[in-house]
């Protein structure tokens, strides 16, 4: 099994919403990601888990909150949302080690209204 | 600085004719560089990645890359497109300095294949 599943595919919500995104990995890696990206644009790193703990926060604003519950799952919680944070949101997992590539999942296009 | 530098937004290629997708580097130390295509509302695919050893790297779909120390280069190719390559191609390199989990991409290349 070389997925990352990502659900939803497509979600749309309010600015007052409280939403989660969720990712899912069974291939053993222990470095999780969760990436933004805008259209026709390079992915944006957001957040970085490393053996479930938390190893980077681009500066991410605190209304993305991220959650590893345990080695295969990974949440992004959504509240209070602007419509400028409508975009692809990608999930991605590797093993841990310098020459590992990274496995992405499908995104969830989000559309804040 | 780590950093990858993709100087074409859009490479235009006949069916059937070779392709080059170019991608330069800048880094501390060795570079671990990696090839991504992407499609219409769909997540990065991995196509290939150079670590260490043979200067060519073959991959994913027929794509190698050749890996150019002197001219900091790793740009990916193919001797013979097909219009399903049609996509958006990011170059990455991993951070070998401050914290090597973190991927720095180029701005992308879409690339457009005709029939």
């Known amino acids: 099994d070389t997925e990352v599943t990502q659900t939803p595919k497509h979600l749309v919500m309010g600015m007052t919403n409280k939403k989660s995104l969720k990712c899912e990995q069974h291939?053993?890696?222990?470095?999780m990601y969760w990436y933004k990206q805008k259209a026709k644009k390079p992915p944006e790193l957001m957040f970085v888990?490393?053996?479930?703990?938390?190893?980077i926060n681009e500066s991410v604003p605190s209304r993305f909150s991220p959650e590893c519950p345990n080695s295969s799952l990974l949440n992004l919680h959504l509240h209070a949302l602007q419509p400028e944070d409508s975009a692809l949101y990608l999930c991605?997992?590797?093993?841990?080690?310098?020459?590992?590539?990274?496995?992405f999942g499908q995104g969830t296009r989000l559309t804040v209204v | 600085a780590q950093s990858v530098a993709q100087p074409e937004d859009q490479v235009n290629v006949a069916e059937g004719n070779p392709l080059t997708v170019k991608c330069t580097y800048s880094?501390?130390?060795?570079?671990?560089l990696f090839w991504y295509v992407q499609y219409p509302n769909r997540g990065l695919q991995f196509l290939l990645k150079?670590?260490?050893?043979?200067?060519l790297v073959k991959g994913s779909y027929g794509f190698e890359a050749e890996f150019n120390k002197s001219q900091t280069s790793f740009h990916l190719k193919k001797p013979s497109a097909l219009v399903s390559d049609s996509a958006l191609y990011f170059c990455?390199?991993?951070?070998?300095?401050?914290?090597?989990?973190?991927?720095?991409f180029g701005s992308g290349t879409k690339l457009n294949v005709k029939p």
């Open positions: 991605a997992s590797s093993q841990e080690g310098k020459n590992t590539e990274a496995f």
């Open positions: 888990y490393s053996y479930e703990k938390l190893s």
């Open positions: 291939m053993g890696h222990r470095a």
């Open positions: 150079y670590i260490t050893g043979d200067n």
């Open positions: 990455a390199v991993r951070d070998m300095r401050y914290n090597f989990n973190k991927f720095y």
């Open positions: 880094v501390s130390g060795n570079p671990y």
